[in-house]
């Protein structure tokens, strides 16, 4: 079984061997996570409408308006996610592979590249997990979260074996996390105070230490657990 503590040790270690490298990684990372946040806008549609009736514009005004905003948030919703898949998918895989080599060997930057290396695949398998996880988090947010962790190694998992197909690189992730998703989970939870620390710095913390320590983490966890796998 492997310890929490030992993970992170390796992590740490591997952070401080290659900081600023990580540090730029894993800022790249989080921008493309914080980026799927952007498709909650149309959610306050009704309260444009109000406020556009309520600067005088007549019903026919207020539809023409609403429409021109409808239509240009699918548009802009259609351009992002295909930016999203064909893009920033392999970027994220790219960056995964930086970390994970990070652990056990010199790297470069040119290791962002590498989610673009079997390309279809990869677009292929990354979208599969990001469709799963949202049907998973439409049923309710625990189950979700659940498969998340489930689907944790699906990166590391695509860069090492190339010849698994998508839906079977999903499944050894799967396979690989059974038993170790409450212990991923607890050790999530370690860095609880870097990031209220982060919160009290506006987050400067998390961009120059915790977010590569927490992902360094996590490319350790991976070769710890294909250690204990072989």
């Known amino acids: 079984m492997w310890s929490i503590a030992e993970v992170k040790k390796t992590g740490k270690i591997a952070l401080k061997k290659n900081y600023w490298g990580c540090v730029l990684v894993s800022l790249i990372l989080s921008i493309l996570t914080a ?9 306050s549609l009704s309260q444009t409408a109000d406020k556009l ?18 239509s240009f948030a699918l548009i802009f919703s259609i351009i992002w996610t295909a930016m999203r898949i064909f893009l920033l998918n392999p970027l994220e895989i790219g960056c995964h592979s930086y970390l994970k080599e990070n652990i056990v060997d010199e790297v470069t930057l040119n290791r962002l590249g590498d989610g673009f290396a079997n390309y279809k695949r990869i ?7 990001d469709l799963f996880l949202g049907l998973w988090f439409c049923l309710l947010f625990i189950p979700g979260l659940v498969k998340s962790y489930s689907y ?21 992730s799967r396979q690989m996390m059974n038993g170790n998703k409450w212990r991923a989970f607890m050790m999530d939870l370690s860095f609880i105070g870097w990031w209220l620390l982060s919160l009290l710095t506006c987050g400067l913390v998390g961009v ?10 996590k490319a350790a966890l991976y070769h710890e657990l294909k250690r204990n796998a072989g």
């Open 35 to 43: 980026g799927s946040a952007m498709s909650g806008t149309s959610s």
């Open 53 to 70: 009736e309520q600067m005088g514009l007549n019903s026919s005004e207020v539809l023409a308006v609403m429409a021109f905003i409808v």
């Open 208 to 217: 120059l230490y915790s977010t590569p320590y927490r992902l360094s983490a």
């Open 123 to 129: 677009v292929l398998t990354v979208f599969l997990r």
């Open 152 to 172: 944790m190694m699906v990166p590391y998992i695509l860069l090492d074996d190339p010849e698994l197909k998508g839906t079977e690189a999903i499944t050894r």
